[in-house]
């Protein structure tokens, strides 16, 4: 049952990442917190096992989604480049943070922070922003935000890089091929942090190194990846109102089973 749910999580990751830009940790943070809890994780590290595994995931599902958006081309390098540099600062300050909070509540807020953004997405009626591109500097603050929180989480980004890049003028297929690239930078640095921190804390299980459990990241990542290719090649196909309309209830969906656990 347990490597059932590591399959299954790996699956939905992969279709939403590709689909949606995002790296598949909304779907897999929940389903190894309760797969953890059913194998007898140590409360004290059970959701911190779940955040830096997850992280680790979005390394290859983030790594498939965006080889597959760039073929079309989809992924813009002038936004992705300042972004990623200030991705790894950011990445590397958030797990910082996260092993310092507690998860109970960084849940809520987080699913709070998922509906709000939903809502505003949905309520907005055009279907491209019509700002310019901004400049270098404001890109990799950006990507220093995007990549704390994201680090925190568990995420590869896409739930904030997806809302930023729709307020300028750049096609919603390129927006999402773009965030799913952020979340190759964002996850290698958080995972390589996570391995690090974590080698020192008690509590964890057999087979992890750090905050990462390997057996979820191998079932996990033997469905993501090649379902990450498949969302990338129905994001192509849908309309652009329409794709950020299914993301916009994807996020609240997400919002909501935050606010539940």
């Known amino acids: 049952m347990i490597i059932v749910s590591y399959l299954i ?3 939905l990751a992969g ?3 590709g689909l949606f830009g995002v790296g598949g940790g909304l ?14 994780f140590s409360p004290d590290v059970l959701t911190h096992m779940a955040i830096g595994t997850s992280l680790a995931t979005i390394v290859f599902t983030a790594t498939s989604s965006a080889i597959s958006h760039n073929k079309k081309e989809a992924v813009l390098w002038p936004v992705l480049k ?4 200030g991705i790894i600062v950011g990445a590397v300050l958030g797990v910082f943070t996260f092993v310092q909070l507690d998860g109970a509540m960084l849940k ?3 699913g709070i922070f998922a509906v709000a953004v939903s809502i505003k997405m949905l309520t907005k009626t055009a279907e491209n922003g019509d700002k310019p591109l901004s400049t270098f500097s404001v890109f990799a603050f950006v990507g220093v935000f995007v990549a704390w929180v994201s680090s925190i989480f568990g995420i590869g980004g896409g739930t904030l890089t997806v809302p930023f890049l729709s307020r300028y003028k750049i096609e919603m297929k390129q927006v999402v091929g773009t965030s799913a690239a952020c979340g190759l930078p964002i996850a290698l640095a958080a ?4 391995m690090l921190i974590g080698q020192g804390i008690e509590g964890r299980p057999e087979w992890s190194v750090g905050f990462v459990y ?3 990241l191998l079932g996990i990542c033997l469905t993501s990846v090649y379902c990450a290719k498949i969302g990338a090649h129905f994001a192509h196909r849908l309309p652009p109102k329409l794709l950020k309309q299914l993301f916009s209830i994807f996020l609240m969906l997400v919002g909501i089973r935050f606010l539940m656990i």
């Open 82 to 85: 300042p972004m990623s540099l």
């Open 9 to 11: 999580a790996g699956i």
């Open 214 to 216: 390997l057996p979820a």
């Open 27 to 40: 779907v897999v943070v929940p389903i190894l917190v309760f797969a953890f809890e059913l194998q007898g």
């Open 108 to 110: 809520k807020l987080f």
């Open 191 to 194: 995972s390589l942090s996570n």
């Open 15 to 17: 279709l939403t990442a």
